[in-house]
């Protein structure tokens, strides 16, 4: 029997294995990456192994710097405008010292006007004092019996007519008097308060029998004694003969007509 060769069933030439370019690729990648995980972790270690003392004295330095930073740029803008805030500055305090002194001028001169109008008035009301007793002198001693029968009878008029209109003030009823006198100096009406007073048909509230009380005496007394010493109110003259009545105002006009023109006055309070 002829030996029969069989033919090996493992190949004895087994050749050596290379990787593709992509496989060598990949395996580069993979070691860029462990490489770089290794440097962080390492990284991160020396981090947190730093001492606490070197970390402080970092951030001290950090606030240095920060400081001296602030400091430079302070520097910097006080030379850039410090001349410009200065010459503000010097405006205010000026403008401030300006008015400090307007306001002592001013004060220093109202004080001087009012003081000047107090003593104005303190010689007005001495010489209306003056005026007054001179008057009441004059009057006492001077007078003849007829004449101060005559001005008894004048303000015992008046203090009846007053009586009428008691229900308003004094200021109205100096008002009303003031009409009578002027009509007393109109050449239109009678030449006596007497007679003005007993006018038929002119002070509605009027009577004879009137009583005098002491009160509108008095006012008449005071207004009398100016009329017949020739002192009319400031505004007042002769022409001042209507009188318009209200409950709670009395005022004169100059004519009997009211239009543009009519002019009219009231006693001062």
Same mark, same amino acid.
């Given at each position: 029997?002829? *030996?029969?060769?069989?033919?090996?069933?493992?190949? /004895?030439?087994?050749?050596?294995?290379?990787?593709? $370019?992509?496989? #060598?690729?990949?395996?580069?990648? $993979?070691?860029?990456?462990?490489?770089?995980? %290794?440097?962080?972790?390492?990284?991160?270690?020396?981090?947190?192994? /730093?001492?606490? +003392? $070197?970390? @402080?004295? %970092?951030? *001290?330095?950090?606030?240095? *710097?920060?400081? +001296?930073?602030?400091?430079? +740029?302070?520097?910097?803008?006080?030379?850039?405008? @410090?001349?410009?805030?200065?010459?503000?500055?010097?405006?205010?305090?000026?403008?401030?010292?300006?008015?400090?002194?307007?306001? @002592?001028?001013?004060?220093?001169?109202?004080?001087?006007?009012? /003081?000047?109008?107090?003593?104005?008035?303190?010689?007005?009301?001495?010489?209306?004092?003056?005026?007054?007793?001179?008057?009441?002198?004059?009057?006492?001693?001077?007078?003849?019996?007829?004449?101060?029968?005559?001005?008894?009878?004048? %303000?015992?008029? =008046?203090?009846? =007519?007053?009586?009428?209109?008691?229900?308003?003030?004094?200021?109205? =009823? #100096?008002?009303?008097?003031?009409?009578? =006198?002027? #009509?007393?100096?109109?050449?239109?009406?009678?030449?006596?308060?007497?007679?003005?007073?007993?006018?038929?048909?002119?002070?509605?509230?009027?009577?004879? %029998? &009137?009583?005098?009380?002491?009160?509108?005496?008095?006012?008449?007394?005071?207004?009398?004694?100016?009329? #017949?010493? @020739?002192?009319?109110?400031?505004?007042?003259?002769?022409?001042?003969?209507?009188?318009?009545?209200?409950?709670?105002?009395?005022?004169? +006009?100059?004519?009997?007509?009211? &239009?543009?023109?009519?002019?009219?006055? $009231?006693?001062?309070?």
């Amino acid at each position: 029997m002829d *030996h029969i060769k069989i033919a090996p069933m493992i190949d /004895t030439d087994v050749k050596e294995y290379k990787p593709t $370019r992509k496989e #060598r690729e990949a395996a580069k990648e $993979r070691m860029a990456e462990e490489t770089a995980a %290794s440097v962080r972790r390492l990284e991160k270690e020396a981090v947190s192994e /730093t001492p606490r +003392r $070197r970390r @402080g004295k %970092s951030a *001290h330095r950090v606030a240095r *710097h920060a400081e +001296r930073d602030l400091r430079e +740029r302070a520097l910097a803008f006080l030379q850039r405008w @410090g001349l410009l805030i200065a010459a503000v500055a010097g405006i205010i305090v000026w403008t401030l010292a300006v008015c400090l002194i307007t306001a @002592g001028v001013v004060r220093s001169r109202t004080t001087a006007t009012v /003081t000047e109008t107090v003593t104005a008035r303190m010689e007005e009301e001495m010489e209306r004092r003056l005026t007054a007793q001179e008057i009441s002198f004059r009057s006492e001693k001077m007078l003849t019996d007829g004449e101060k029968l005559q001005q008894a009878d004048e %303000s015992d008029a =008046l203090a009846r =007519l007053l009586y009428g209109y008691r229900q308003n003030s004094r200021r109205d =009823l #100096r008002t009303l008097c003031w009409c009578v =006198l002027c #009509r007393v100096d109109n050449p239109n009406y009678p030449d006596s308060v007497r007679a003005v007073v007993e006018q038929d048909k002119q002070w509605m509230f009027y009577n004879g %029998s &009137n009583p005098v009380r002491a009160d509108f005496e008095k006012i008449a007394q005071e207004v009398l004694e100016m009329w #017949r010493d @020739g002192h009319y109110p400031e505004g007042l003259s002769s022409d001042f003969v209507f009188a318009e009545w209200s409950p709670d105002s009395v005022q004169l +006009r100059d004519r009997w007509e009211k &239009n543009s023109r009519t002019v009219y006055w $009231r006693a001062a309070e």
